[in-house]
């Protein structure tokens, strides 16, 4: 279970998340917002990459607030970044390898359920050779590599035609029952937030509604539901 | 090191079924020729006459230098006459293991004379090793003549431990030829590294692509120097990659002149140190600094 307990974080004075208290459980919980509400930013505390003003980050109990990005991906949190990283000269394979725990398993699963095909893309360089659309299910793939007990998905849909949206839809969905852990998505899209089961939503950077999706999603404008990428 | 693991680095573990001839310490230590590539001493000067027949195809030829003990400095001159209508490998390179306080250096000259329609890749892998506190100095030149129609791929590497080297090739390329060069070159400490590309495109439809990805680390310092003309109907790209360490310096000076109105040139130049956002990532998959930093290395120089 991971835990963010009165969680703050300023930047040169200006407040971007003030008190954030969520209790993740082991289900999907999408955090939506306008632009600039934090969500980003509060994604990146979670794996470490920032580091909170004040208040604490707890997984399964333990404070792992001053852990740093391996420590905490070695205790099970794995990230999607919304910015797809190229890497000239690695190609798909090396990424996926470096991603999945379980060495024996072929690294095409995870292609495949980013609907890419293996025989076409393991061997390609992780370089400007791929669209950013293929980059961007690829880094996607690698987070489901890690089969961790928390993934965050770092808006998703970012770069996604809305076809191939709606498979990862289900592969999400998927990949929740079978690791049956703690799935965080960073979203804008409908479908995605009606695939929660909790909704937090986000706004100036303090926690404007939480609740179980059938609770919250009537009452959601389309102020936060139609917003496009670039958060904070 | 031995001798075998030297020639086995260099090599990259490949072992020549076809025609070779392997130096050692500024001596012939073994050569073998077959029906489609003989291969001479020259007549003057130390170095090889290597000749391939028309048609010759699927042959790989080693030409592999290895110094093993210090104060040696040695010229080689190297000419490859290759028939029309080939399509062969040559693996060469040069490993310096030097224990001693002297210096060993290995200046290769080497002339491609490509006939038409020929396909030549050329590999070529520069090593040093040894305690020894004197110089390991590697200054190879190339030079490139392709007949029309040809093509010669060429993939240098520079894996370690060369303290000065100078790498320069100048190529003619006619009509329909093509030159591909992809370089790869990591030094460290103290050591110095400057590539010279003199290219000529002087054919309608010639072409040429120089890649270059270099790693300097430490204190250690790279050059970049290209000069491509485009003298007719032509097509060129010069991509120089960077990655520098610590307080490395590297300089790319790429300079492209199109003397026709139909010469296409591109120059593309990054130098940096490795991306915040490409660390990030792999510490994120729980490799740790030192770790994500081999990963990212080793992949821009495969």
Known sequence: ?232 | MNQEKLLDIITDGQKFDGAYNIRINGKVYDRKTNEFVNIESMKQGSGLEIYVKDNTKGQTIGIPVLLTSGDITEIVLNHFHIGKDCDITIIAGCGIDNCSSCTSQHDGIHTFDVGENSKVKYIERHYGDGEGSGKRIMNPKTIVNLQKNSKLEMVTTQIQGVDETKRETIANIVDGANLVVTEKVQTSDNQKATSIFDVSLNGVDSKAKLVSRVVAKDQSSQDFISDVKGNNKCYAHVECDAIIVNNAKVASTPKIVANHPDASLVHEATIGKIAGEQLMKLLSLGLDEKQAEEVIISGFLR
């Open chain 1, 1 to 232: 279970m991971l835990q963010l307990v009165d969680v703050c974080y300023a930047v040169k004075g200006k407040q971007i998340l003030n008190n954030i208290n969520i209790t993740f459980k082991d289900e999907i919980t999408v955090i939506t917002g306008a632009n600039g509400a934090g969500k980003s930013t509060l994604a990146k505390i979670i794996m470490g990459i920032l580091k909170p003003t004040s208040g604490k980050i707890l997984l399964d109990g333990q404070d792992i607030t001053n852990f740093n990005i391996t420590e905490r991906a070695k205790m099970g949190i794995a990230f999607a970044f919304q910015q797809p990283v190229k890497f000239k000269g690695l190609k798909v394979f090396d990424l996926l390898r470096l991603a999945s725990p379980q060495k024996d398993i072929a690294l095409s699963v995870y292609l495949r359920d980013v609907a890419l095909c293996a025989k076409d893309y393991l061997m390609r360089e992780l370089s400007g050779e791929l669209s950013g659309g293929e980059l961007k299910r690829i880094e996607i793939a690698s987070a489901l590599a890690r089969h961790s007990k928390v993934t965050i998905f770092d808006e998703p849909e970012a770069g996604i035609d809305l076809w191939s949206f709606s498979n990862l839809v289900d592969t999400f969905k998927r990949f929740q029952q079978e690791v049956k852990g703690t799935l965080i998505m960073i979203s804008h899209q409908e479908k995605m937030i009606q695939l929660a089961d909790t909704i937090v939503v986000l706004d100036s950077g303090k926690i404007e509604k939480m609740g179980k999706t059938q609770d919250i999603l009537p009452n959601l404008s389309m102020k936060t539901c139609s917003g496009c990428g670039g958060d904070r």
